[in-house]
């Protein structure tokens, strides 16, 4: 505690009163599965024994384990012909894990290049296959997501892959690309932000932190079909078909991440499911993207959004002033705020709002509000 009377929204932060954290991952979670979890980390269910400390193979973490599936798949609505895993190596061992499962010899991956995350993917997969590159958006800044006429999509394709949340430019598909061929999502940055129709893919996987709990563990959506056409003898913990087997505990699971995963399905359910987020997220994107369109007078805008405006991502949400120097003016204000994490990625500069599904309103209202006074006072 400070002995002042006047709290400085640094003061805030060293009193450990929580300020809007705008990161793009790991960002905002859920505070009452925060709390939750403060507890259940010391004593579990009144065990004695802390979430921590638990065997990944005893009853409890077994009842953990199935419980966090269960409300998984009704949350998102995924039938039995679908298998739920929770793996570990971030999202981006799934880079080289989906082709080193799908992509055999003789055959031809599509991959639509959508930004930093496709273009790192195909990195992977060139290592261990053949790709056709069905939209290169690095062309444009990666500023859009390709309207169908835009794919080159190949004749037979083992899959076609894309990312549905493009985290640093800010840019998201408002539908899957319509294909025949078996569809590999990266839903990392929008896994739940909104209701998903998981029929229509093979694959669907997910880092967990950014919608659905820490980093360390990542949800695979994987069809029991596609799966029987995977290739044979590949390592244990690459290969989808042996975690399937052994329901995610091939070795020590991520015990942590899974409960935290189990628990944050459980707070989407009781506010009323995707539904509802998709409702919140998109009217707390408004807040923010009505301010980036505002004119200050006639034909004039002080906010650029980065992305174009029919690909606009409702989760990351990227926009810079008139210049570099007051882009970083504006981050700077923005902290003396408390709000934390605008500062745009690396490498696009500018500013970038994520605002996940626990992220609050009051939070882009709070940033509207920064946005609005700092167009006027310096323009
Ligand atoms: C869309 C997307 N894919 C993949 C990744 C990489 O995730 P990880 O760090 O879990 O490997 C990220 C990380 O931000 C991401 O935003």
């Known amino acids: 505690m400070t002995t002042t009377t006047t709290t400085t929204p640094t003061d805030r932060d060293r009193t450990g009163e929580r300020i809007f954290n705008f990161s793009a991952g790991p960002a905002t979670l859920p505070e009452e599965v925060l709390r939750q979890a403060q507890s259940d980390i010391f004593n579990i269910a009144g065990t004695g024994i802390g979430i921590l400390e638990h065997s990944h193979r005893g009853s409890l973490f077994t009842r953990i384990i199935e419980e966090a599936e269960a409300a998984c798949r009704r949350v998102a609505g995924i039938s039995d012909d679908y298998h739920v895993l929770f793996l570990q190596g971030g999202a981006t061992l799934q880079f080289a894990?989906?082709?080193?499962?799908?992509?055999?010899?003789?055959?031809?991956?599509?991959?639509?290049?959508?930004?930093?995350?496709?273009?790192?993917?195909?990195?992977?997969?060139?290592?261990?296959?053949?790709?056709?590159?069905?939209?290169?958006?690095?062309?444009?800044?990666y500023d859009h997501i390709p309207a169908a006429h835009e794919l080159s999509l190949s004749r037979d394709a083992a899959y076609v892959y894309f990312c549905s949340n493009n985290t640093i430019v800010g840019t998201e598909y408002s539908e899957p690309p319509a294909t025949d061929a078996p569809l590999v999502c990266d839903a990392s940055s929008d896994i739940l932000s909104r209701p998903i129709d998981v029929a229509r893919y093979a694959l669907v996987f997910a880092g967990a932190q950014k919608n659905l709990g820490p980093a360390g563990c990542t949800l695979v959506i994987v069809s029991k079909d596609f799966l029987r056409g995977a290739r044979d003898q590949l390592p244990s913990m690459?290969?989808?078909?042996?975690?399937?087997?052994?329901?995610?505990?091939?070795?020590?699971?991520?015990?942590?991440?899974?409960?935290?995963?189990?628990?944050?399905?459980?707070?989407?359910?009781?506010?009323?499911?995707?539904?509802?987020?998709?409702?919140?997220?998109?009217?707390?994107?408004?807040?923010?993207?009505?301010?980036?369109?505002?004119?200050?007078?006639?034909?004039?805008?002080?906010?650029?959004?980065?992305?174009?405006?029919?690909?606009?991502?409702?989760?990351?949400?990227?926009?810079?002033?008139?210049?570099?120097?007051?882009?970083?003016?504006?981050?700077?204000?923005?902290?003396?705020?408390?709000?934390?994490?605008?500062?745009?990625?690396?490498?696009?500069?500018?500013?970038?709002?994520?605002?996940?599904?626990?992220?609050?309103?009051?939070?882009?209202?709070?940033?509207?509000?920064l946005m609005k006074d700092f167009a006027k006072k310096n323009s």
């Open 97 to 141: 894990m989906v082709p080193m499962n799908f992509l055999p010899a003789g055959k031809v991956a599509d991959y639509l290049d959508t930004g930093s995350w496709t273009s790192k993917a195909i990195k992977e997969a060139r290592l261990l296959g053949s790709l056709n590159i069905a939209f290169d958006g690095g062309k444009r800044g």
């Open 238 to 369: 690459l290969d989808y078909r042996q975690h399937a087997a052994q329901g995610s505990r091939l070795n020590t699971a991520p015990v942590f991440g899974i409960y935290f995963m189990g628990e944050v399905f459980k707070w989407i359910e009781r506010q009323g499911g995707l539904e509802v987020m998709a409702r919140r997220n998109r009217e707390k994107a408004r807040i923010i993207y009505d301010v980036i369109d505002s004119a200050l007078g006639v034909g004039t805008t002080f906010y650029r959004g980065m992305a174009r405006s029919d690909s606009r991502s409702m989760m990351n949400l990227t926009f810079r002033t008139p210049s570099d120097d007051l882009d970083e003016k504006f981050v700077t204000q923005a902290r003396q705020l408390g709000m934390e994490g605008l500062k745009g990625h690396r490498s696009v500069g500018g500013m970038r709002a994520s605002i996940y599904n626990a992220f609050p309103r009051a939070g882009c209202e709070a940033l509207a509000a």
